[in-house]
Nanobody, 111 residues
């Protein structure tokens, strides 16, 4: 079973930045960052393939950047110009996701 460990969340003011990291125990061809806000369904924020093909949710385009370091099986999410509506628990998983999810990392954006 693949282990996925997310880190990098925190509390930031609106307009600030955070960088999330996801360490995987082995290589996964297509990875995604997902988020779940209170009372809402989990949604895909950004995805990236091992070849570098990238896609973003419309709500984060131009503000978030996904990247990966294949040699160490790590995927990153650089989040700039954060908004209060970005507040959520952020998870990484395969794209499409497995049924099992990690603990995620909390991102809280204050207004």
């Amino acid at each position: 079973q693949v282990q996925l460990v997310e880190s990098g969340g925190g509390l930031v003011q609106a307009g600030g930045s955070l960088r999330l990291s996801c360490a995987a125990s082995r290589t996964i061809a297509a990875m995604g960052w997902y988020r779940q806000a209170p009372g809402k369904q989990r949604e895909l924020v950004a995805g990236i393939t091992i070849g570098g093909r990238i896609n973003y949710a419309d709500s984060v385009k131009g503000r978030f950047t996904i990247s990966r370091h294949n040699a160490n099986n790590t995927v990153y999410l650089q989040m700039n110009s954060l908004k209060p509506e970005d507040t959520a628990v952020y998870y990484c998983n395969r794209k499409p996701p497995w049924d099992s999810w990690g603990q995620g990392t909390q991102v809280t954006v204050s207004s």
